[in-house]
């Protein structure tokens, strides 16, 4: 993805998720935090990123209450440069836009980041009630000019999306498809855990397309040793799942159109 001129990258995301689930049979999940994610959490991180020369904050999500893994502080060199680190209750997250991504700088962004929060959370990484991690990418694909979605599924992506042509030939219909909301997972062996591919039909700055989101997460059974080292190891492991995704479901004449 980085060697793409033209990549469609919309964003780049890691986000690690903590805390406890409580589970009750006539309850919705609960989870709880230890207090220091609350009393102590946002301040302490705050400090750790400034002495990284992050020293930028914005407090979004103001109207809402600290729910859990909600963001709420968003940390950046300068107000419009990247990467920023995201905090919430049980949650950081390490963001990248197009512009600027190289996938080796952004992983020692992210290291950089999970260093911050060791040393940025009380507990530190060891110690949090780890639930997972996960990598995301968002990739944007623009229809081209008279292109439905029906034609770009079948012609673009090689995902199987046509619909039955009896189906379509009721006078009562139209001859095309529209928003499109797709979602399938499958699990993965390296790294342990779960790929989530969902494609939305949507706008692209104003232009229709398709939105793909493509996640690897963590098994909360795989056993991650919750520190930089380790974690480094799961990050090339899941990207490599992801440019497995990216090379293969997108159709080679249509990639070319990125360099």
Request: a neutral charge; proline letters at 6%.
């Amino acid at each position: 993805m980085s060697t793409l001129s033209k990549a469609p990258l919309i964003e780049a995301i890691v986000e690690v998720r903590w805390g406890i689930p409580k589970f009750d049979p006539n309850k919705s999940v609960e989870i709880s935090f230890p207090s220091e994610d609350i009393d102590f959490f946002p301040g302490q991180f705050h400090g750790i990123a400034k002495q990284h020369g992050f020293s930028f904050v914005e407090n979004i999500n103001q109207e809402a209450p600290p729910l859990p893994h909600l963001v709420k502080y968003r940390f950046k060199r300068e107000q419009n440069t990247w990467p920023c680190y995201q905090i919430g209750v049980g949650v950081f997250t390490v963001n990248q836009v197009n512009e600027g991504y190289d996938w080796e700088t952004f992983k020692k962004d992210i290291l950089v980041g999970l260093d911050m929060l060791d040393k940025g959370h009380p507990l530190g990484l060891k110690n949090l009630p780890f639930i997972y991690i996960e990598i995301r990418y968002q990739d944007g694909f623009l229809f081209a000019e008279r292109e439905n979605s029906s034609q770009f599924l079948q012609n673009k992506l090689n995902i199987g999306f046509i619909p039955i042509e009896n189906f379509l030939k009721s006078p009562n219909l139209g001859e095309s498809v529209r928003g499109v909301h797709l979602t399938f997972s499958l699990e993965t062996k390296k790294p342990k855990g779960l790929l989530i591919i969902n494609l939305v039909e949507g706008l692209i700055n104003g232009h229709p397309g398709f939105i793909m989101n493509t996640v690897v997460r963590s098994d909360k059974k795989a056993e991650i040793i919750f520190e930089t080292d380790s974690l480094g190891g799961w990050l090339e492991n899941a990207h490599t799942i992801q440019k497995h995704v990216f090379n293969t479901l997108i159709n080679p004449t249509y990639t070319k159109s990125f360099k």
